[in-house]
């Protein structure tokens, strides 16, 4: 006989991290779905906004930059923007002042990925997520705080 499991919910539906978990596989999808013709993971999308992003506000984005922006382990953005450099989406260079940093920059093919990337990727969030309506930003705010909360954890 197979022994009993003891849950603290009664149901699946009833776990926000269960629910969290399917949410995020769904959402994932949607996101391959949108990404594949461009010939990006999400990993690399994820990266190359980050990279624009950070642009807009400096000319000397590093890896170390690019890392914290995404909350990303240092050794994996290392290695996915050398994937994004060999498609020439990317250039890295020596930084000036820090011989151990990288200098990150788009180049313009890389700008152009990017550019139809975040269109795909916003209306696919747009459709993903309309069903909460004027719940959005109230959502986005739950995710903020859950977000802040447990990042150092």
């Known amino acids: ?89 990317i250039n890295r260079r020596e930084h000036q002042t820090d011989t151990r940093a990288k200098v990150i920059s788009l180049t313009d093919e890389g700008a152009d990925i990017l550019q139809k990337a975040l269109t795909a990727i916003e209306n696919a969030d747009i459709d993903f997520f309309s069903i909460l309506g004027n719940n959005l930003s109230a959502f986005n705010n739950s995710l903020i705080k859950l977000t802040e909360q447990n990042r150092d954890e």
């Open 1 to 89: 006989m197979t022994p009993r499991i003891e849950f603290k919910f009664n149901s699946p539906n009833e776990s926000p991290g269960y629910l969290l978990a399917h949410l995020t596989m769904l959402w994932q999808r949607r996101q391959k779905k949108v990404l594949d013709p461009l010939n990006l993971t999400h990993t690399q999308f994820m990266l190359l906004a980050a990279l624009g992003w950070l642009s807009r506000e400096s000319n000397h984005v590093t890896q170390v930059d690019i890392a914290n922006q995404g909350n990303a382990d240092r050794m994996m953005v290392s290695k996915v923007l050398r994937t994004l450099e060999e498609k020439n989406f």
